[in-house]
């Protein structure tokens, strides 16, 4: 059964980075899988972040794209984000989930982890 | 930027009636390319259909997925207590992945 699991600070202050791994078990980050967050602002949606593959090759939501930086590490079958310049808006529940190559929809989500952005 | 716009906001029912949620897309939507997702408070959304109208594993038949181009239909044909929740749609037909803003179903 595959499972993630995030992990980071739960606070970050505003202007600073927001940095997010998510620990794959039951898969390998290095399989034909796109490797993704989905945040969730408090009362609020589903908004997509973005995604990678372990080669590198990234797909980013417009909205983040200039503040968002994501990677895969092999050895410690994860992948990570970060965001930085961050904001009160980007305060949310962050999910790193997973989708199939070549399949349109998300099969696998993490259980999530809140960031708070606050002095 | 594909926009989904989901109706009603709310759906307030009872158990054993039968709930329609809809989801329209601001441009058309190949069928394979849309899904549906049950989200509890507190808890990660779960993929309830994918391509439209194919249930995901585990996912009982009371709930049914319908529709093409830019519209499309979430049925649960008689909800049971466990069923109320928020139900949002997604799609990947283009880039970036959306999702629709939500229905929730709550007991009237």
């Known amino acids: 059964q595959v499972q993630l699991q995030e992990s980071g600070p739960g606070l970050v202050k505003p202007s600073g980075t927001l940095s997010l791994t998510c620990a794959v078990s039951?898969?390998?980050?290095?399989?034909?899988?796109?490797w993704s967050w989905v945040r969730q602002s408090p009362g609020k949606g589903l908004e997509w972040i973005g995604e990678?593959?372990?080669?590198?090759?990234?797909g980013y939501n417009p909205s983040l794209k200039s503040r968002l930086t994501t990677s895969v590490d092999k050895s410690k079958n994860q992948f990570s984000l970060k965001l930085n310049s961050v904001t009160a808006a980007d305060t949310a529940v962050y999910y790193c989930t997973r989708r199939r190559d070549g399949i349109p929809y998300i099969d696998v989500w993490g259980k999530g982890t809140t960031v708070t952005v606050s002095s | 930027e594909i926009v989904l716009t989901q109706s009603p906001g709310t759906l307030s029912l009872s158990p054993g009636e039968r709930a329609t949620l809809s989801c329209r897309a601001s441009?058309?939507?190949?069928?394979?390319?849309l899904a549906w997702y049950q989200q509890k408070p507190g808890q990660a959304p779960r993929l309830l259909i994918y391509g439209a109208s194919s249930r995901a594993t585990g996912i009982p038949d009371r709930f049914s997925g319908s529709g093409s181009g830019t519209d499309f239909i979430l049925t649960i044909s008689r909800l049971e207590t466990e069923d109320f929740a928020f139900y949002y749609c997604?799609?990947?037909?283009?880039?970036?992945?959306?999702f629709g803003g939500g229905t929730k179903v709550d007991i009237k």
């Open positions: 997604q799609q990947y037909n283009s880039s970036p992945l959306t």
């Open positions: 039951g898969d390998s980050i290095s399989s034909n899988n796109w």
């Open positions: 441009q058309s939507i190949r069928s394979g390319f």
């Open positions: 990678i593959y372990y080669s590198g090759s990234t």
